[in-house]
């Protein structure tokens, strides 16, 4: 019996090693805060790292005079999008791209193109997103979001694009859990990943005990559990 339980933890360590490489990291930049809104909704609903871009130089209001701003450093990438000098600074990044198989960006709309901020994000390390699973959420007034897609198929041109991008515009904006919810179901994102997480609910109590049978009183850690009768992995 007790040769039997070695294997069986062994076989658990396996699947959870193997399963590291199914990570899910949510890369965004927010200038309004709709977008970190939308990060937040989303991270209610899935597992996954975050890493929020963020420009250089501070306090530069791009929509005032009418987007003046962003428009002008939008149009300095349209006229030379190889050029890497045509992106605007950010602030360095440190995620390791590697350690993730699949990709949300979450980015706002400028001018019926990507936020020339998320642009510069993409222009250093779409070639690093090559073959992973690339999902695509954006914010907007109104606009349409072809115009994005294109930006990121161009930064990102090898990427393993989900069948939809979802497009969460202001007037639905206070609706964007159940968008979420449904972009999700419309991509199969738990199947197509891989992953299946635990996420409880005030309306739905969630009962969760260790292997050795203990019930929980606090969160748990990253581990396998029984959760409401039923054998889980949680990352």
């Known amino acids: 019996m007790k040769r039997n339980f070695i294997v069986m933890v062994c076989a658990m ?30 991270t209610s609903q899935i597992d996954a790292d975050v890493l929020e871009i963020e420009p250089a130089e501070k306090g530069l209001a791009y929509d005032a005079n009418g987007y003046a ?36 960006i979450v ?20 070639g690093q997103m090559a073959g992973k699973n690339i999902g695509l959420i954006v ?16 930064l990102v041109p090898d990427g393993n694009y989900f069948s ?19 972009w999700l179901t419309a991509i199969n994102y738990h199947s197509v990943t891989g992953i299946s997480e635990v996420k409880t609910s005030a309306s739905a109590p969630t009962r969760i005990y260790d292997l050795a049978g203990r019930l929980l009183v606090k969160k748990p850690t990253k581990g396998i ?11």
């Open 69 to 104: 701003l962003g428009t002008q450093l939008l149009n300095a990438i349209k006229a030379a999008p190889n050029d890497a000098s045509s992106y605007p600074a950010i602030d360095p990044v440190t995620t390791t791209l590697s350690d993730y198989e699949t990709i949300i």
């Open 13 to 42: 360590l396996m699947f959870l090693s193997t399963g590291a490489s199914a990570k899910t990291l949510v890369v965004y930049y927010s200038y309004t805060n709709y977008c970190r809104e939308i990060v937040n909704t989303l």
């Open 164 to 182: 939809e991008n979802l497009w969460i515009n202001h007037p639905n904006h206070s609706r964007r859990a159940t968008l979420i919810q449904d």
């Open 225 to 235: 559990y029984i959760v409401n009768g039923e054998k889980r992995i949680i990352k």
């Open 139 to 154: 914010s907007s007034a109104s606009s349409g979001i072809s115009g994005v897609v294109a930006d990121c198929k161009r």
């Open 107 to 126: 980015t706002p709309l400028w001018w019926s193109q990507m936020a020339a901020i998320m642009q510069t994000y993409l222009f250093n390390y779409g």
